[in-house]
């Protein structure tokens, strides 16, 4: 299929996650360092960003007690942003660990990441 049909699907995704379900925060940390001094940690800079999305949970043939737990979350967002690991998402205000992250690109476009989130 083409690039075309992609970004389509994508846009299409897009304006689902928008209508049905709801802003979800991811903070990214840069720029930490060490002090040569002191070795003490000095904290960078909080990055927010915003993507549209959804918060499900996984179904029960789906957990396996070790790489998928039973409070963990699968939220899936707009290509707005490409969530990393060392970022964290909050959840009905508590900030939750990304696990994984997998990202639907059929082709050279991405439609939308799946975002494994754990307390």
């Excluded at 699968?74 to 900030?95: A, C, F, G, H, R």
């Amino acid at each position: 299929m083409s690039a075309t049909f992609y970004t389509r699907m994508a846009a299409t995704a897009s304006r689902l996650l928008t209508k049905y379900g709801m802003e979800i925060t991811i903070k990214r940390l840069s720029g930490n360092s060490i002090n040569p001094v002191t070795g003490a940690v000095v904290t960078g800079t909080t990055t927010t960003y915003t993507p549209q999305g959804i918060v499900q949970h996984y179904n029960d043939n789906q957990i396996d007690g070790t790489r998928i737990l039973a409070s963990d979350r699968l939220v899936i967002v707009d290509e707005t942003v490409e969530p990393l690991t060392t970022d964290t998402i909050t959840l009905s205000s508590q900030d939750w660990s990304i696990i994984s992250v997998k990202e639907v690109k059929p082709s050279t476009v991405g439609v939308v990441y799946f975002i494994q989130a754990r307390k």
